[in-house]
């Protein structure tokens, strides 16, 4: 009888050794990449600078002149929503970053941010309007008086769990990213109403973050906030943003090294996930996990501005680090402003050459 049950065994488990070799090898081995191609929806914009998807299924835009669209991405017609006249378009500055209400048609609220002039001086600001009957009313100021320039003005705009999170540039002065009395080179923090959260760093204070040069992309993923920066002439950086962190500048570039230990320690400094130099001028960003285009599942896209390209960043099982980074489309279309993706996995990307600006899809051939 146990002579028996050796044969047995002996056939079992080698078939079974192999059924679960096999669920392990298709569980483990990645999709095949697709080919990609990719077309032009939409042209003659103007410095588009934030695009996004809606619950409506259109493209929402912003052009720094204070223009506002949807873009039908099937059609490519264009739907002018509203022009903000307040709007002070100047140097890097201009109507930049928008975000939707979360429940967004029923609550039909759009948070914009922009640049104007206020008794002479350059300004930015956060509005909320109410969209109804296909157009923008009732303006209501979220934030005001944080000090624009004619560059490093950041600004994109992100909400998590009824938290408006806003990047704001150093507006060309330095200090005032160590300055936290200041709003500008921060990331801040603040109620959807305009207050402050009491769970801020800093009682009454908006600040979430310090030591930013001028971010430019921000996006909510894998409970992660992930921000894209700009750095002088060394040192682009891809962050994850954390509450009461310091981001290091102007004091540190990229990287805790040499000299900038000392200042790290003491100011409780976090280091990128990424750094380039030389820079590449990142922009807008999104994190893609679609099966419709397997090879960048689990990735931030980042738009650029030098070499004109997409930027893919692999990370890792933890979200937490960037294991593969390539790069498509270097030059095909000029400088890349941001970039949004469809619930089907198509990509978008919207063009920041000053004329004739474009938005183009990214698909499967």
Same mark, same amino acid.
């Given at each position: 009888?146990?002579?028996? &049950?050796?044969?047995?065994?002996?056939?079992?488990?080698?078939?079974?050794?192999?059924?679960?070799?096999?669920?392990?090898?298709?569980?483990?081995?990645?999709?095949?990449?697709?080919? &990609?191609?990719?077309?032009? /929806?939409?042209?003659?914009?103007?410095?588009?600078?934030?695009?996004?998807? =809606?619950?409506?299924?259109?493209?929402?835009?912003?052009?720094?002149?204070?223009?506002?669209?949807?873009?039908?991405?099937?059609?490519?017609?264009?739907?002018?929503?509203?022009?903000?006249?307040?709007?002070? +378009?100047?140097?890097?500055?201009?109507?930049?970053?928008?975000?939707?209400?979360?429940?967004?048609?029923?609550?039909? #609220?759009?948070? /914009?941010?922009?640049?104007?002039?206020?008794?002479?001086?350059?300004?930015?600001?956060?509005? #909320?309007?109410?969209?109804?009957?296909?157009?923008?009313?009732?303006?209501?100021?979220?934030?005001?008086?944080?000090?624009?320039?004619?560059?490093?003005?950041?600004?994109?705009?992100?909400?998590?769990?009824?938290?408006?999170?806003?990047?704001?540039?150093?507006?060309?002065?330095?200090?005032?990213?160590?300055?936290?009395?200041?709003?500008?080179?921060?990331?801040?923090?603040?109620?959807?109403?305009?207050?402050?959260?009491?769970?801020?760093?800093?009682?009454?204070?908006?600040?979430?973050?310090?030591?930013?040069?001028?971010?430019?992309?921000?996006?909510?993923?894998?409970?992660?906030?992930?921000?894209?920066?700009?750095?002088?002439?060394?040192?682009?950086?891809?962050?994850?943003?954390?509450? =009461?962190?310091?981001?290091?500048?102007?004091? /540190?570039? =990229?990287?805790?090294?040499?000299?900038? #230990?000392?200042? $790290?320690?003491?100011?409780?400094?976090?280091?990128?996930?990424?750094?380039?130099?030389?820079?590449?001028?990142?922009?807008?960003?999104?994190?893609?996990?679609?099966?419709?285009?397997? #090879?960048?599942?689990?990735?931030?896209?980042? +738009?650029?501005?030098?070499?004109?390209?997409?930027?893919?960043?692999?990370?890792?099982?933890?979200?937490?680090?960037?294991?593969?980074?390539?790069?498509?489309?270097?030059?095909?279309?000029?400088?890349?402003?941001?970039?949004?993706?469809?619930?089907?996995?198509?990509?978008?990307? $919207?063009?920041?050459? =000053?004329?004739?600006?474009?938005?183009?899809?990214?698909?499967?051939?």
């Amino acid at each position: 009888m146990k002579t028996l &049950l050796l044969r047995v065994l002996a056939i079992v488990i080698p078939a079974f050794l192999l059924t679960s070799c096999k669920k392990k090898d298709e569980e483990t081995t990645p999709p095949a990449p697709v080919e &990609l191609s990719t077309r032009i /929806v939409a042209e003659n914009f103007n410095q588009p600078w934030e695009i996004l998807w =809606g619950p409506d299924n259109f493209i929402w835009m912003t052009e720094r002149s204070g223009k506002i669209s949807r873009v039908n991405p099937e059609t490519g017609a264009v739907s002018p929503v509203f022009t903000i006249a307040e709007v002070d +378009a100047r140097g890097e500055g201009g109507l930049l970053g928008m975000v939707l209400h979360p429940q967004f048609p029923s609550v039909p #609220q759009v948070f /914009v941010a922009y640049n104007y002039s206020n008794g002479g001086s350059y300004r930015e600001k956060v509005v #909320q309007f109410t969209y109804s009957g296909g157009t923008f009313s009732s303006p209501n100021t979220i934030i005001e008086n944080i000090a624009a320039a004619n560059i490093h003005n950041g600004c994109r705009l992100v909400i998590v769990n009824d938290k408006l999170f806003i990047t704001t540039g150093d507006a060309a002065n330095t200090s005032l990213s160590q300055n936290n009395s200041s709003p500008n080179g921060k990331v801040l923090r603040i109620n959807l109403n305009g207050s402050i959260p009491a769970d801020n760093p800093i009682a009454g204070n908006p600040l979430w973050s310090s030591g930013h040069r001028n971010a430019q992309g921000l996006i909510y993923a894998n409970n992660i906030l992930y921000s894209s920066e700009h750095g002088p002439d060394t040192d682009d950086e891809i962050n994850i943003i954390e509450k =009461g962190r310091n981001y290091g500048w102007p004091n /540190v570039r =990229g990287f805790c090294e040499g000299g900038e #230990q000392s200042f $790290c320690t003491t100011n409780n400094v976090k280091e990128p996930i990424k750094a380039w130099t030389p820079t590449i001028a990142v922009s807008g960003m999104d994190y893609y996990n679609s099966d419709y285009i397997p #090879q960048w599942k689990n990735s931030l896209l980042v +738009a650029t501005l030098k070499n004109s390209r997409l930027m893919q960043l692999k990370l890792n099982s933890s979200y937490n680090s960037v294991s593969e980074t390539n790069e498509f489309f270097t030059n095909s279309y000029g400088r890349m402003r941001d970039v949004c993706i469809s619930p089907q996995g198509k990509v978008y990307i $919207c063009t920041g050459n =000053g004329s004739n600006d474009k938005v183009v899809v990214v698909e499967k051939k």
